[in-house]
């Protein structure tokens, strides 16, 4: 388990091994680090030591940090999937979706255009994200590189698992939660209670 911890006076960066039942420091450094992400035993998170937003990780094996993304402009909200880490970049002036491939060392761009996109997820080999990419909703394949359209999804909050996205959806003035079957092009109400339901997560 992975999260950002106050304790010092700025948000750091914590783990708790649930079989060893240890906790242990992950990142400490003066500034201020938060948004957590763990894949295996990679943490990635957003960090500000070099006053804007950069990505870093950490290699629990090892105990080792690592650098990620240090381009210019802020880089928040990475995510991890094995060997992808993906989030959210402003080198270009708006909000591009970029990634970073741990097992070659390469960058690459996701999705980079006049949109704004934000809260990219990632599972396996699929990225979706809140915003769109050439007036439509994409996801991306990182097997063949390429973009492709989700029909009839208007996501506000998402998380994905596989070929499950769930989602955030507002009708009516209330949000509710839906699925989509990316292998399919089947959507699904989730919870549709009264009132609002917030923030899926999705796992398996």
């Not at 938060?34 to 960090?47: E, H, K, L, R």
């Amino acid at each position: 388990v992975v999260w950002m911890d106050n304790r010092n006076g700025n948000f750091d960066i914590y783990g708790y091994n649930m079989t060893t039942e240890t906790e242990f420091p992950i990142c400490t450094n003066a500034s201020s680090q938060w948004m957590p992400a763990i894949s295996g035993n990679t943490v990635v998170w957003t960090d500000k030591r070099n006053d804007e937003g950069d990505i870093y990780g950490y290699d629990i094996d090892t105990g080792t940090e690592f650098v990620i993304c240090t381009a210019t402009g802020d880089q928040s909200g990475a995510v991890i999937s094995a060997n992808i880490v993906v989030w959210t970049d402003s080198r270009d002036g708006n909000s591009a979706v970029y990634g970073y491939d741990l097992s070659s060392d390469t960058e690459f761009a996701i999705c980079n255009n006049d949109s704004d996109l934000t809260s990219p997820v990632i599972s396996g080999n699929i990225v979706v994200w809140h915003g769109n990419c050439d007036g439509v909703f994409n996801g991306y394949n990182l097997d063949t590189k390429e973009t492709f359209t989700i029909p009839d999804f208007t996501p506000e909050e998402l998380d994905i698992s596989g070929d499950i996205v769930a989602t955030r959806e507002s009708s009516d003035g209330n949000h509710d939660i839906y699925s989509y079957n990316l292998s399919s092009g089947e959507k699904s109400a989730v919870c549709t209670a009264r009132y609002s339901q917030d923030h899926p997560v999705i796992s398996g």
